[in-house]
């Protein structure tokens, strides 16, 4: 019943931004733990950032610490992750994830989007 629909994806050079949505509908928003993650070609889905409920926890892969951020708007069911100074290392699919923890691992999360392309370019 709960549906994700991502989008914002896009190419870029490096050092460049893209902001990412994901919105959220089939159930309440406030009810659920948001996380984003990624996978690139011959990798395994690789966790990006997490966010609780209340927003009062949140968390990074570290090699995005300081470049990424995960943020949600209540009011509008979407979570947001805004990434800046981007490498080429970044480009991968990009999925955004509901489940009842803000977890680091896929199987904590039972509803994912459909994912959304980010190329960045040398």
């Known amino acids: 019943q709960v549906q994700l629909v991502e989008s914002g994806g896009g190419l870029v050079q490096a050092g460049g931004s893209l902001r990412l949505s994901c919105v959220v509908s089939?159930?309440?928003?406030?009810?659920?733990?948001m996380g984003w993650f990624r996978q690139a070609p011959g990798k395994e889905r690789e966790f990006v950032a997490a966010?609780?409920?209340?927003?009062?926890?949140?968390a990074y892969l570290d090699t995005v610490k300081g470049r990424f951020t995960i943020s949600r708007d209540n009011a509008k069911t979407t979570v947001y992750l805004q990434m800046n100074s981007l490498k080429p290392e970044d480009t991968a699919v990009y999925y955004c994830?509901?489940?009842?923890?803000?977890?680091?691992?896929?199987?904590?999360?039972?509803?994912w989007g459909q994912g959304t392309q980010v190329s960045v370019s040398s």
């Open positions: 994830a509901a489940g009842l923890i803000a977890s680091r691992s896929v199987r904590d999360y039972a509803y």
């Open positions: 089939g159930r309440a928003f406030s009810s659920v733990a």
């Open positions: 966010i609780s409920r209340s927003a009062e926890y949140i």
